[in-house]
């Protein structure tokens, strides 16, 4: 999909995607023992968690298992060979070049992305968010597997 542009119909509302280093599934969850002091959740609202790939250990094995396998298979020193990728990410201490400053350059294992239709006064009722947002899933993973 290389210089492919597409558009989305959302309805005529706005689409906001905030994409993140930081994965906290518990909140994500609403598991009640994190949540219940989060004075900003309003527990009593509908809360849907539509795609959830499972904890980064798995998805680490499930997505790179073959490859790191692959990789090991043609190493001939056994120094060379890599264990577990996951830590192998976690413990690489090289720093990507960004134009601003101030942003953490340190390798991220995976990154987190929320989406939101509309705001606080224009958004759309819950069952139609949560079709508008099953289906830009949906398209997500057809797309980019």
């Known amino acids: ?17 905030h994409c993140r280093p930081i994965i906290k599934r518990e909140h994500n969850k609403r598991d ?13 609202r509908p809360h849907e968690t539509i795609l ?9 094995k499930q997505i790179f298992r073959e490859a790191a396998e692959k990789y090991n298979a043609q190493q001939k020193r056994k120094d060379r060979r ?5 830590e ?9 070049k960004h134009k601003n400053k101030k942003a953490d350059g340190s ?6 992305m929320i989406l939101q239709l509309g705001n606080r006064d224009n958004r759309p009722d819950d069952e139609e968010a949560s ?4 289906d830009f899933c949906t398209f997500l993973i057809e797309h980019y597997p």
């Open 88 to 96: 192998t990410i976690l413990n690489d201490k090289r720093q990507g």
């Open 32 to 44: 009640p023992k994190i949540v219940s002091s989060e004075k900003h959740i309003d527990l009593s």
């Open 107 to 112: 390798r991220k294992p995976a990154y987190e």
């Open 1 to 17: 999909m290389e210089n492919e542009d597409f558009t989305l119909d959302f309805m005529g509302y706005k689409a906001t995607c």
């Open 131 to 134: 079709k508008v947002l099953k």
């Open 82 to 86: 890599i264990e577990n990728y996951l």
């Open 52 to 60: 959830d790939c499972g904890s980064l250990e798995k998805c680490f």
